[in-house]
Nanobody, 123 residues
Framework: EVQLVESGGGLVQAGGSLRLSCAASGFTFDDYDIGWFRQAPGKEREGVSCVYMRDHIARYADSVKGRFTISSDNTKNTVYLQMNSLKPEDTAVYYC????????????????WGQGTQVTVSS
């Protein structure tokens, strides 16, 4: 059974940083790409970043490019999302998911999801 568990969310002031973790189990780590998504109240789920697990090529949404960095530690079956220069508009529940990373970072190509972790950025 594929399991994804996010951690690392919290409350941070604008300009601050957080690092989210996504611990994966139940599948061979290289068999799926991992993506990060977020959903703010009243808004649709948005693709933030994803990484091709075989060659570690990363994709980013324009809204986070240059501020967020996705990385993985294959020895720990964990994918990270380092978030710097956070803005109030980054406030959302952040989810990691396993699936296929495409240029569009669409949720429809990811089939297994974690429970989410709340990120709140105060102004």
């Amino acid at each position: 059974e594929v399991q994804l568990v996010e951690s690392g969310g919290g409350l941070v002031q604008a300009g601050g940083s957080l690092r989210l973790s996504c611990a994966a189990s139940g599948f061979t780590f290289d068999d799926y790409d991992i993506g990060w998504f977020r959903q703010a109240p009243g808004k649709e789920r948005e693709g933030v970043s994803c990484v091709y697990m075989r060659d570690h090529i990363a994709r980013y949404a324009d809204s986070v490019k240059g501020r967020f960095t996705i990385s993985s530690d294959n020895t720990k079956n964990t994918v990270y999302l380092q978030m710097n220069s956070l803005k109030p508009e980054d406030t959302a529940v952040y989810y990691c998911a396993a699936g296929v990373c495409l240029r569009t970072i669409g949720a429809d190509t990811f089939g297994s999801w974690g429970q989410g972790t709340q990120v709140t950025v105060s102004s």
